[in-house]
């Protein structure tokens, strides 16, 4: 139980495009979603925190309009790039809390998706 | 603030030989303390995690850990590496509250030599 997927594991698109990123969990509710950078060689960068139904708070130094998280149901949220460029090439992981007792103290991560701007 | 160290950006061992990579967190309530493995190009895998109860814990893959209050320590620990451990390892803390992200270390990498 408890998986998390994401979708598609690695895109390549053009400089000025915009790319859309899905993220859903499979198995249970998850009221909360958080997105994640990860350059080469390094950890896990903490990008928003998304809940269902409302707007994402997203860290500092995070540009709200260039990465738009949208979290329209329990099991989806979605993070799109808009007017990438090529220093948005990075890997994005996204993880989902659950909302039961057994599930709640944990987060559950996706594979990552691999972001190649060119 | 919850903080996460990882003091060993690097660490190499021989295979067959015994593993400790080393955690300290900081947190203000009781943390709940978790150990993911990361292949090049991969995902987070979970090794094991603690909540409460036994401060020894056991994960897959023959891992253990050994939560430490009083020197807010989280150690990861293997008997005898195998090559296919090389990886990157990351420690993390979080806390039973639906909006607080778990915080990562900085991670350790750590390779396999034969």
């Known amino acids: 139980g408890a998986v998390v997927s994401q979708h598609p594991s690695w895109v390549i698109c053009k400089s000025g495009t915009s790319v859309k990123i899905e993220c859903r969990s499979l198995?249970?509710?998850?009221?909360?979603m958080f997105w994640y950078r990860q350059f080469p060689k390094q950890s896990l960068m903490l990008m928003a925190t998304s809940n269902e139904g409302s707007k994402a708070t997203y860290e500092q130094g995070v540009e709200k309009d260039k990465f738009l998280i949208n979290h329209a149901s329990l099991t989806l949220s979605t993070l799109t790039v808009t007017s990438a460029h090529p220093e948005d090439s990075s890997f994005y992981i996204c993880s989902a809390r659950g909302n039961d007792e057994g599930n709640a103290y944990e987060q559950y991560f996706g594979p990552g998706t691999r972001l190649t701007v060119t | 603030a919850q903080s996460v160290t990882q003091p060993d950006i690097h660490i190499t061992v021989s295979e067959g030989a015994s593993l400790e990579l080393r955690c300290n967190y900081s947190?203000?309530?009781?943390?709940?303390l978790f150990w993911y493995v990361q292949s090049p190009g991969q995902g987070l895998q979970l090794l094991l995690k603690?909540?409460?109860?036994?401060?020894l814990v056991q994960g897959i893959k023959g891992f253990e850990a050994e939560f430490k209050r009083s020197q807010s320590s989280f150690n990861l620990r293997k008997p005898s590496v195998h090559w296919s451990d090389a990886a990157e390892y990351f420690c993390?803390?979080?806390?039973?509250?639906?909006?607080?992200?778990?915080?990562f270390g900085k991670g350790t990498r750590l390779s396999v030599i034969a």
């Open positions: 947190y203000g309530a009781t943390p709940y």
């Open positions: 603690y909540f409460s109860g036994d401060t």
């Open positions: 198995d249970f509710q998850a009221t909360t």
């Open positions: 993390a803390v979080g806390a039973y509250s639906g909006n607080t992200p778990l915080v």
